[in-house]
């Protein structure tokens, strides 16, 4: 298959989850290209091209960071592609972790994802989906509470501080849009700059106010999913503890926390067969759940990691997983051509 990953900026790309997988795909033949979100051409004859940066084809890298340092070196190749000459499109950018100045970068991936779906391309995650999903928060709020904290979102200030009474004086405060624990306030009786952090996040938009969960303190668990249903592999879960670093109560990597084995909990079982019908409608393939004890309390449609840390813990690498679930469905799209729409395909086992 000819797959392209749309990731932020190839020149910035790291060796996270999506080189795992670009790797991977390599690996097993294909043709992989990687291409950023400034990297779409349109044309007034209806031509949608992309800019594409693919690996020479006697390179042999022996791992994902092998890879990227491939893809960022002089070696690497860049040639522009019809988009309908190309098998598979996943978007794997994330508009949150956009440099001020780009704001024009944060829609534009799942914008031309749904051009190219429309060429008949297969786009994972759907599109669509995206496009409904695209602020993750937010679609995170639209599941059953049975199985989240309490929360509020909101910009008025009043309602902010009625919800900090409400819950006993403490409550976790973060932005609706973001991502990597930044702008994540954990606020109690003793916080004094209050008004200001209020006042701070408003001024970026609207404010997540979140019931604070005491297990916390043991960090949180990413849980991978795929088609709706947790990976598995050798009989292993795609599940990873994060533990938060000393002082510090954000479970992020980024935020210096550390990553530990996990068992697949009855808790984590109940909060994926909640979610799973709403992830398969929406035709997202490959979701990451946060949960906290018997919580959720975050999602992530948009670019989810977690997968490149699976190794350090004694966890297989997925990427083999995901890869053939992605062949599966260019088979049955072969098979059934249209009959199958990509909102199905893309969730389809």
């Not at 988009?83 to 944060?106: Q, S």
């Not at 902010?160 to 405060?173: G, Q, S």
């Not at 994540?184 to 404010?207: M, S």
């Not at 994060?242 to 109940?270: C, H, L, P």
Request: proline share 3%; aromatic share 8%.
């Amino acid at each position: 298959m000819k797959i392209c990953f749309v990731v932020n900026s190839v020149e910035t790309e790291k060796c996270g989850t999506t080189a795992f997988i670009m790797h991977e795909a390599r690996k097993r033949s294909h043709e992989v290209y990687a291409m950023g979100v400034g990297d779409f051409s349109f044309t007034n004859e209806q031509e949608l091209a992309v800019v594409a940066t693919s690996l020479p084809k006697n390179a042999a890298p022996k791992t994902a960071q092998d890879f990227i340092d491939l893809l960022h070196s002089e070696k690497a190749k860049q040639e522009k592609i019809h988009a309908r000459d190309l098998d598979v499109l996943f978007i794997r950018n994330n508009p949150t972790e956009e440099a001020e100045g780009r704001n024009w970068a944060e829609h534009s991936g799942v914008a031309f994802g749904r051009m190219v779906q429309k060429e008949g391309v297969l786009v994972l995650n759907d599109a669509y989906g995206l496009s409904d999903a695209f602020i993750d928060k937010l679609y995170f709020e639209e599941l059953p509470s049975s199985i989240k904290p309490a929360s509020l979102i909101t910009r008025n200030k009043e309602d902010i501080l009625a919800f900090f009474e409400e819950h006993k004086k403490k409550m976790v405060l973060k932005p609706l849009e973001g991502s990597g624990g930044r702008g994540v306030y954990l606020i109690d009786k003793n916080e004094k700059n209050l008004n200001q952090i209020i006042e701070n996040l408003t001024a970026q938009g609207y404010i997540i106010a979140q019931e604070f969960l005491p297990a916390v303190k043991d960090g949180d668990v990413r849980v991978l999913l795929m088609n709706g249903r947790i990976m598995v592999k050798d009989g292993k879960y795609g599940v990873i503890r994060r533990i938060s670093s000393e002082g510090e109560f954000r479970s992020n990597i980024t935020q210096g926390a550390t990553t530990d084995v996990s068992e697949y909990t009855d808790d984590m079982r109940k909060i994926v067969e909640i979610v799973a019908p709403k992830l398969i409608r929406d035709g997202l393939f490959f979701v990451g759940l946060d949960i906290v004890k018997d919580k959720l309390i975050e999602i992530n449609v948009l670019s989810p990691g977690g997968m490149d840390n699976f190794p350090e813990v004694g966890l297989p690498d997925f990427s083999d997983v995901v890869v053939k679930a992605i062949e599966r469905k260019l088979e049955y799209k072969k098979n059934y051509g249209n009959k199958l729409s990509n909102r199905e395909l893309a969730t389809m086992d």
